[in-house]
């Protein structure tokens, strides 16, 4: 299929996409890589009459260690994380979540800050960096904000984004040599979308995840707090508990794929 008729502005700066948005007659959305919504468009499952292209908006790109924080501007691409660009244990954690997204020619061009922003409910980004923790960084009328990944996505293609905001980066946390990370995810055949995800991130705290629902990611507490006690296993029957206990709609397939996605996270994690 062909997409509807939209216009198309590719801005230069950050100021004028944000005035763009702002002043757009009709639905507006704005595009990185074009990976997420590109596809949409074509399916018609998106009809937005002007499209706010972000790819030559300087600034967006960037990758910068300052601290204990890991920033990651929003254009920057899964290939060039699968590639290393992020350092340390982060960047080692961000690297293989990034290796099995889609295929190559995807990654060249699909951008972290589009996967989040675009929210859907099986990808990989917001799964891996609600595991993570950190914020997320947002540009609109009044200036520059920031929001947490714990909230951020509130629904399936649903986020905290005001209707005139623009995802912007990210500030990651940088973990030390000690932090352990583990993730894993059921799909039918390698580079789909995920039936099933789980990520497990120890740092100064456990953060365990359970991923591409029907809804948006959500940690799990109950893992969390086995974790935080000492144990270095959870088993896929404990993992079905916790996840009912905390989300009761998985029907018994649901409940089981992502229970074993969640047991063999803890498991990558301590291997």
């Given at each position: 299929m062909k997409s509807a008729k939209f216009d198309h502005q590719r801005m230069v700066t950050l100021e004028e996409a944000v005035a763009a948005l702002g002043s757009a007659d009709g639905e507006a959305r704005i595009m990185g890589g074009g990976q997420s919504l590109g596809p949409m468009m074509n399916l018609r499952l998106a009809q937005p009459d002007l499209l706010?292209?972000?790819?030559?908006?300087?600034?967006?790109?960037?990758?910068?260690?300052?601290?204990?924080?890991?920033?990651?501007?929003?254009?920057?691409?899964?290939?060039r994380i699968e590639d290393g660009a992020v350092p340390g244990v982060t960047g080692a954690y961000m690297q293989f979540v990034a290796s099995g997204i889609s295929y190559r020619s995807v990654r060249n061009r699909g951008t972290i800050g589009g996967s989040v922003a675009h929210a859907d409910p099986s990808a990989d980004w917001p799964s891996?960096?609600?595991?993570?923790?950190?914020?997320?960084?947002?540009?609109?009328?009044?200036?520059?904000?920031?929001?947490?990944?714990?909230?951020?996505?509130i629904g399936p293609f649903a986020t905290?984004?005001?209707?005139?905001?623009?995802?912007?980066?990210?500030?990651?946390?940088?973990?030390?040599?000690?932090?352990?990370?583990?993730?894993?995810?059921?799909?039918?055949k390698p580079g789909e979308f995920a039936d099933a995800i789980g990520a497990v991130v120890i740092g100064s705290a456990p953060r365990?995840?359970?991923?591409?629902?029907?809804?948006?990611?959500?940690?799990?507490?109950?893992?969390?707090?086995?974790?935080?006690?000492?144990?270095?296993?959870?088993?896929?029957?404990?993992?079905?508990?916790?996840?009912?206990a905390q989300d009761p709609g998985f029907d018994d397939y649901d409940l089981q794929i992502h229970a074993v996605a969640l047991s063999r996270a803890v498991g990558r994690a301590f291997a």
């Amino acid at each position: 299929m062909k997409s509807a008729k939209f216009d198309h502005q590719r801005m230069v700066t950050l100021e004028e996409a944000v005035a763009a948005l702002g002043s757009a007659d009709g639905e507006a959305r704005i595009m990185g890589g074009g990976q997420s919504l590109g596809p949409m468009m074509n399916l018609r499952l998106a009809q937005p009459d002007l499209l706010i292209d972000l790819s030559r908006v300087g600034g967006l790109d960037g990758i910068e260690v300052a601290g204990d924080t890991i920033r990651i501007g929003a254009r920057v691409t899964h290939a060039r994380i699968e590639d290393g660009a992020v350092p340390g244990v982060t960047g080692a954690y961000m690297q293989f979540v990034a290796s099995g997204i889609s295929y190559r020619s995807v990654r060249n061009r699909g951008t972290i800050g589009g996967s989040v922003a675009h929210a859907d409910p099986s990808a990989d980004w917001p799964s891996a960096l609600l595991a993570l923790g950190g914020d997320v960084v947002i540009a609109g009328q009044d200036g520059e904000r920031r929001m947490p990944l714990d909230g951020f996505q509130i629904g399936p293609f649903a986020t905290g984004l005001g209707f005139e905001e623009i995802l912007t980066g990210f500030e990651l946390p940088t973990l030390g040599e000690g932090a352990k990370c583990g993730y894993y995810k059921v799909n039918r055949k390698p580079g789909e979308f995920a039936d099933a995800i789980g990520a497990v991130v120890i740092g100064s705290a456990p953060r365990v995840v359970c991923g591409a629902t029907e809804a948006a990611p959500f940690r799990v507490a109950a893992a969390e707090e086995r974790l935080a006690a000492g144990v270095a296993e959870i088993s896929v029957a404990d993992a079905r508990d916790m996840i009912a206990a905390q989300d009761p709609g998985f029907d018994d397939y649901d409940l089981q794929i992502h229970a074993v996605a969640l047991s063999r996270a803890v498991g990558r994690a301590f291997a």
